[in-house]
């Protein structure tokens, strides 16, 4: 069984479909989604679409969040703010009622499945280092869990020295953003989980950002939510 782990696609659909492309390529058997579908882009509708239709498993991310209740958005950046209204007002009314019904976490195959984080997934704290991850081992049992929200990607062990998902550890996984990519590297990233060899592996691949940066443009959000694309930040 492998397993396609996505996240923060964040309304990029010109991203998303190329992820799904790769994804098929690969021959992977499910898709599993960690929330923030919605949010800083330009199509959240068809983003909500495709993921209902391709993913198994979906979650609750605090940009899905925002985009059905406002004050959720109090504490994003100006920008994101912005964009969380913006997408509330576009998206259609069954796909509201869908992203109400997200989950904040899921398990699957021995693995905790989060949008954020395993301590408070509802507060919505972030992982960007091995110190953060540390401090989050003791809030699961699972000898894995897989993480967005940061839309970095990164491999994190609780014990020192490990550099790659075995089976001798345990591990918090970034799997990076599909729409957003934040880590100076313009590619979408994702993951994929091979449950009976207990592998793990992080996929990048080119996208047509300028479609996807022309489209933010279009629709009248800020421009740097479309520049920001090229430079992966």
Request: charged letters at 20%; one cysteine or more.
């Amino acid at each position: 069984m492998r397993l396609a782990i996505i996240s923060d696609i964040h309304s990029n659909l010109q991203a998303l479909t190329k992820a799904l492309e790769v994804i098929q390529e690969r021959q992977v058997d499910e898709i599993l989604c960690l929330g923030d579908i919605v949010g800083y882009g330009a199509n959240p509708n068809e983003c909500v679409e495709l993921t209902k239709k391709h993913c198994s498993t979906i979650l609750l991310g605090n940009h899905d969040l925002a985009a059905l209740d406002p004050s959720a958005a109090e504490q994003f950046t100006a920008i994101a703010r912005i964009a969380a209204l913006w997408t509330g007002e576009q998206l259609q009314p069954d796909h509201k009622s869908f992203l109400g019904t997200l989950p904040y976490v899921a398990r699957r195959d021995g693995a905790m499945l989060v949008h954020s984080s395993p301590y408070e997934p509802e507060e919505w704290h972030y992982i960007f280092t091995a110190l953060d991850a540390r401090a989050m081992f003791n809030s699961f049992s699972e000898s894995l869990c897989f993480v967005g929200h940061s839309h970095v990607p990164g491999v994190y062990a609780e014990q020192p020295g490990h550099r790659h998902v075995n089976r001798d550890g345990r591990f918090i996984v970034n799997v990076g953003s599909v729409g957003q990519p934040r880590d100076g590297n313009p590619k979408l990233s994702f993951g994929i989980f091979d449950v009976e060899n207990w592998e793990y592996e992080n996929v990048r691949a080119l996208y047509d950002v300028k479609s996807a940066s022309a489209e933010i443009l279009k629709a009248g959000l800020p421009n740097a939510l479309g520049e920001r694309l090229f430079a992966g930040l």
